[in-house]
């Protein structure tokens, strides 16, 4: 079984910064694409940032030029570096994995979206 485990979610001040991880963990066999989604109640989870497994990267608009996404492939671990927090990035982030994984019991390997449990930013004014 896949996990994916978020860590690094907490409360800062407007202009502050915080780093998030989320490491994957479980019979991997390859992972592709790796994100973070974030998700206000009430409204649809929207994409923050993604990065392939060769590095390309992918940024809202709205954090363009303050959010930082990484991968560290040794580790299976993806982060998400935020610089100049607003209170509009108040949310619950959310990490998100495509793994090809091992099913022991029929010897092959099945590919599918891995979410994480989710971790809670608020940023005050």
């Known amino acids: 079984q896949v996990q994916l485990v978020e860590t690094g979610g907490g409360l800062v001040q407007a202009g502050g910064s915080l780093r998030l991880s989320c490491a994957a963990s479980?019979?991997?066999?390859?992972?592709?694409?790796m994100g973070w989604y974030r998700q206000i109640p009430g409204k649809q989870r929207e994409l923050v940032a993604a990065i392939t497994s060769d590095g390309n990267t992918h940024y809202a608009d709205s954090v363009k030029g303050r959010f930082t996404i990484s991968r560290d492939n040794a580790k299976n671990t993806v982060y998400l570096q935020m610089s100049s927090l607003k209170p509009e990035d108040t949310a619950v982030y959310y990490c998100?994995?495509?793994?090809?994984?091992?099913?022991?019991?029929?010897?092959?390997?099945?590919?599918?979206?891995?979410w994480g449990q989710g971790t809670q930013v608020t940023v005050s004014s």
């Open positions: 479980g019979n991997i066999f390859s992972i592709d694409a």
């Open positions: 998100n994995s495509d793994i090809r994984s091992w099913d022991i019991s029929l010897g092959i390997t099945k590919a599918r979206t891995y």
